[in-house]
């Protein structure tokens, strides 16, 4: 079998699309794992990501791309901070605030939710407990998450004052300060197989799902995210992506602009209702 067929083979089983991304790194890349563990060719490897998980996790981390930045589409986060959070923070009764962060590589995103929080509403809420989760499939972007060491490139569209207040340079990488780094709890998941996490407020799933997965895993992807969901919970995704044509079953467009929605509740169902009732 040569690469272009097993790629085809190994996408149609991982459920992601076929369009190859960076092929050509992504063949060197193949082939050099094909040598680290001893796998004479691509048949064989073929059918040991069939019979073993953890080959299978490790393959996906090679057929997808893991670069983020902080902040990354600086609106989105004006967004969750002008109208997101506050729309679920006027819950009087609310004692807690869930967030999840899932394909979070090395903690950009999470951290940015972090350092957000800590500027923006530390100070008006300082009762509520919030959390925040970041899962991702690449034990090795875990791993670089947790030690919160970061290239500039990364940081560009980070506000200055957050840059001063909560970076070290050291030996030309920027280090996050321990109080960011401790508020976030990475795990590894692979949102594909394994199940979702719950009861949380905002979901982002942002440039993995929509754009390198195929059809029905979106679909599956797009379910599980509605499950991990409190009622009226936000899901965001990349401002470039669009969700399957089901979408509308589950949520509502909050901000499609910024790639914001909101998960489908029963006051949003009648109110359609009522509203399609008063046009008859
Ligand atoms: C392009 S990065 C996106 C990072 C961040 N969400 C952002 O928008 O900047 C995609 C991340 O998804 C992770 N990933 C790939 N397949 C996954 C899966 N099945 N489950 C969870 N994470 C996955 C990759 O390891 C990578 O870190």
């Not at 991982?14 to 890349?29: A, E, M, N, S």
């Not at 004479?40 to 059918?47: A, I, S, V, W």
């Not at 923006?120 to 809420?125: G, I, R, S, T």
Request: proline fraction near 4%; charged fraction near 35%; glycine fraction near 4%.
């Amino acid at each position: 079998m040569g690469f272009d067929e097993f790629l085809k083979e190994a996408a149609l089983l991982l459920g992601l699309q076929r369009r190859p991304f960076q092929r050509r790194g992504v063949k060197r890349k193949v082939e050099r794992r094909l040598v680290e563990i001893g796998c004479p060719g691509f048949d064989e490897y073929l059918l040991k990501i069939q019979i073993d998980p953890k080959e299978k996790d490790h393959i996906s981390t090679i057929l997808t791309v893991t670069i983020s930045r902080f902040f990354r589409d600086r609106e989105v986060f004006d967004a969750l901070e002008k109208s997101v959070l506050p729309a679920i923070l006027k819950d009087r009764e609310k004692k807690d605030l869930n967030v999840w962060s899932i394909g979070c590589a090395s903690g950009e995103e999470p951290y940015s939710l972090s350092l957000l929080w800590k500027e923006k509403f530390e100070k008006d809420f300082p009762k509520l407990h919030h959390s925040i989760l970041a899962t991702d499939i690449d034990e090795k972007m875990i791993e670089r998450g947790k030690e919160g060491r970061y290239k500039k490139s990364s940081l560009r569209e980070v506000p200055d004052n957050i840059l001063k207040r909560y970076f070290r340079i050291k030996n030309e990488f920027y280090v996050l300060e321990q109080v960011i780094r401790e508020s976030v709890d990475f795990r590894k998941q692979n949102i594909l197989e394994d199940e979702p996490f719950s009861g949380m407020d905002v979901v982002f799933c942002r440039n993995l799902a929509f754009t390198y997965f195929s059809k029905e895993s979106q679909t599956k992807v797009l379910k599980k995210l509605a499950e991990g969901l409190n009622e009226k919970g936000f899901l965001v995704i990349g401002k470039d992506e669009i969700l399957p044509l089901m979408y509308p079953t589950l949520f509502v467009p909050f901000s499609k602009a910024q790639g914001i929605y909101q998960k489908f509740s029963l006051n949003v169902t009648n109110r359609l209702n009522l509203c399609s009732e008063t046009e008859d």
